[in-house]
């Protein structure tokens, strides 16, 4: 198993940043991709951004290509997820998550850590 713990999240106005941190433990060396991804209340959960672990190849949705940048720091067994130009539809509740293999599911979730951008 994996372990996720994000943190980081809190309010900022439109315009700012915020920097997210997703710690990782247990079997680490499984790990092939850390996604980020959000929810926002009465909507699905929508992907964000995510990285593969030993390359550090990352991707990112439109919505936030450009003001986003995921990053990890293999190390620590973390990943990061620095916000930038915060918008008031970036309000969400953010998680991180991991999968072990390409194609294969996010299997390991954070708790989630609350974003909320006021204007």
């Known amino acids: 198993q994996v372990h996720m713990v994000e943190s980081g999240g809190g309010l900022v106005q439109a315009g700012g940043s915020l920097r997210l941190s997703c710690a990782a433990s247990?079997?680490?060396?499984?790990?092939?991709?850390m996604g980020w991804f959000r929810q926002a209340p009465g909507r699905e959960r929508d992907f964000v951004a995510s990285i593969v672990w030993n390359t550090g190849s990352a991707s990112y949705a439109d919505s936030v290509k450009g003001r986003f940048t995921i990053s990890r720091d293999n190390a620590n067994n973390t990943g990061y997820l620095q916000m930038n130009s915060l918008k008031l539809e970036d309000t969400a509740v953010y998680f991180c998550?991991?999968?072990?293999?390409?194609?294969?599911?996010?299997?390991?979730w954070g708790q989630g850590t609350q974003v909320t951008v006021s204007s």
């Open positions: 247990g079997r680490t060396f499984s790990m092939y991709r």
């Open positions: 998550a991991t999968r072990d293999r390409v194609g294969g599911p996010y299997g390991y």
